[in-house]
């Protein structure tokens, strides 16, 4: 009589709620709806944190190129006729490769400062939904790797 008062006021020992095969199907395909689209979402991230580190790398070597070109120039030019002229071609190519790393630079560091805040917030939509749980989380998050 005892059990029956306690399960009845919700103190005895937790039960389980029944589960129906076909209540169990639709968490199974939320969860995979979630798990695919969560998956995307952290390619796309994945994508422009890569993005961004390619683009710097770009601005360094067309800077360097730019740099190279110059100091060909200012010799060439500063052979053929005075030094002076062959100097000013050299610190022009010096200012516009500056230009070009600073410029592909910041984008680069913009686009993958994107990516990151798209890692943040699809780590912060995993982590809060009711719809997965604390395995396919720690999937999702990579924290098992």
């Known amino acids: 009589m005892a059990d029956d008062t306690n399960s009845f006021l919700g103190i005895g020992p937790a039960q389980p709620p029944s589960s129906s095969p076909q209540h169990d199907d639709i968490r199974w395909r939320r969860a995979n709806k979630l798990t695919n689209r969560y998956r995307d979402s952290y390619r796309v991230a994945s ?53 070009i790393v600073f410029a592909l630079y910041v984008y680069g560091v913009v686009i993958a400062g994107i990516g990151q805040l798209l890692q943040a917030v699809c780590d912060a939509a995993v982590y809060n939904t009711p719809f997965l749980d604390d395995e396919n989380r720690a999937a999702m998050l990579s924290l098992d790797e």
């Open 47 to 99: 994508l422009l944190v890569r993005l961004g580190g390619i683009i710097k790398v770009i601005g360094f070597v067309l800077g360097g190129i730019a740099l190279l070109v110059g100091l060909i120039g200012g010799i060439a030019t500063g052979s053929d006729r005075e030094a002076a002229a062959g100097l000013g071609i050299f610190l022009l190519a010096i200012l516009y490769g500056a230009i």
